[in-house]
């Protein structure tokens, strides 16, 4: 079967790199990634707070061949398209999809968009009020309820760039002008700009394009906060939106290699899954405790977080997993056939992966912005392999999940 994440990669003389895949799909999708996000914003920088994702709802609207408010995503609409952009930590991410007849004036466009806008002061006055709105509706940041909200930023903190970094106050938002974002426009003609595209060929004259962007080094300082424990003792804390005890335990590091990455990721997989997850068995069908048992995963470009989840009835329950999970742990880890079972199982399951171009599209972009390149299928499944070894998954476990290294709490509902 064919590689689904073989990319053809090409770096240009001003340091953009092209990734491309030939895909057999009518239609094209196409990202491109600037290399500047929130963390750049600050004084430091001279970057007003809030201005990397103010700028990419703004640029949207007007370029050079598309003067007309909107003129160009309509077009992409009205062709059965669509066009959607994103502001991370440290990028920011320009993604359309259309039609594979039409890409060429679609390329044009979005190159217009991100290299060429218009920027237009009632736009900017317009813009104030939706980021003021879309700020609103961010109350529990950096998660989306008030447990998520404990978990993210009481209990562990993952929050590496602040709400302020995001969306500005109402003061950074009232200083953004023609003559800020132009400056901060300035800045987008880096060196590091990856773009990446599939689709059944390679779109005529975009390599010529961007070939002649007049790039440069852009020594930006990240204003990114490390992970770090609020209270990493167990404890006990009340929520209104939860009904029954649910037990978290969970640690952060360093951003992994892409090999441990995936150790990791098999690990939590093998522990949680319905199949054959040990955990799952030990908790659903020996005891009858759980419905099911869950992991969640924070990545940033320097660290990752991770944390599991088991949802139970009573305390004495929470009790016995807490002092009993490190042994089931250790002992599902250090038994080969098992493992063994696993692996085959996630390697038959990688059948159902990348199954869309726009899944494709989406790992590589997690690949480059996470380690400035693709990772191929093959690749992925030699680092699934070695996890048949329990020393090798014993010393994961002890190097990114050991008790030690571990917090843990219980969200008890406030009417328990």
């Not at 929130?38 to 990419?56: C, K, L, Q, R, V």
């Not at 059944?200 to 007049?214: A, G, V």
């Not at 090798?392 to 190097?399: H, R, S, V």
Request: charged share 25%; hydrophobic share 35%.
């Amino acid at each position: 079967m064919r590689d689904r994440q073989i990319f053809e990669t090409e770096t240009l003389k001003n340091d953009i790199n092209i990734h491309y895949y030939k895909s057999e799909n009518p239609f094209v999708v196409l990202s491109v990634m600037i290399p500047i996000g929130s963390a750049h914003s600050g004084d430091n920088n001279n970057i007003i707070m809030g201005t990397p994702h103010f700028f990419e709802h703004l640029i949207l609207h007007r370029s050079k061949r598309h003067s007309k408010k909107d003129e160009f995503m309509k077009w992409v609409g009205s062709k059965g398209g669509f066009i959607i952009a994103s502001t991370n930590q440290f990028t920011t991410i320009y993604t359309i999809q259309i039609k594979a007849e039409y890409v060429q004036d679609a390329w044009q466009g979005l190159y217009s968009l991100i290299f060429e806008p218009l920027l237009d002061t009632e736009d900017i006055e317009i813009e104030r009020s939706i980021i003021i709105n879309e700020r609103g509706l961010c109350k529990w940041f950096p998660g989306d309820s008030e447990l998520s909200n404990y978990i993210w930023s009481h209990w562990m903190d993952t929050t590496s760039v602040t709400r302020r970094q995001i969306f500005g106050d109402d003061t950074d938002l009232s200083k953004m002008s023609n003559l800020s974002l132009t400056n901060f426009h300035s800045l987008y003609k880096s060196q590091g700009i990856h773009v990446i595209v599939a689709g059944p060929s390679r779109i005529p004259d975009m390599y010529k394009e961007l070939d002649n962007i007049p790039t440069r080094q852009v020594r930006l300082i990240e204003n990114s906060i490390p992970f770090s424990w609020k209270k990493k003792g167990y404890h006990e804390s009340a929520f209104s939106d939860i009904e029954a005890p649910i037990y978290f335990t969970g640690t952060f590091y360093d951003l992994p290699s892409e090999k441990e990455r995936a150790a990791i990721h098999f690990l939590f997989e093998y522990l949680t899954n319905f199949s054959n997850g040990p955990i799952y068995k030990w908790l659903r069908q020996e005891k009858g405790w759980v419905y099911e048992v869950n992991y969640h995963r924070i990545i940033t470009k320097k660290q990752e977080a991770i944390v599991l989840e088991i949802p139970l009835q009573n305390l004495l329950q929470v009790n016995e997993v807490k002092n009993e999970l490190s042994k089931h742990i250790e002992t599902a880890i250090s038994n080969p056939d098992l493992l063994r079972a696993e692996v085959d199982r996630q390697l038959d399951g990688m059948v159902f992966s990348y199954q869309t171009v726009e899944n494709i599209v989406s790992e590589a972009l997690h690949d480059v912005e996470h380690y400035g390149f693709v990772t191929s299928e093959a690749k992925y499944q030699q680092y699934k392999e070695l996890c048949v070894d329990p020393a090798y998954i014993q010393m994961i476990y002890i190097k990114y999940f050991a008790p030690e290294l571990r917090g843990e709490f219980c969200a008890i509902p406030k009417q328990f």
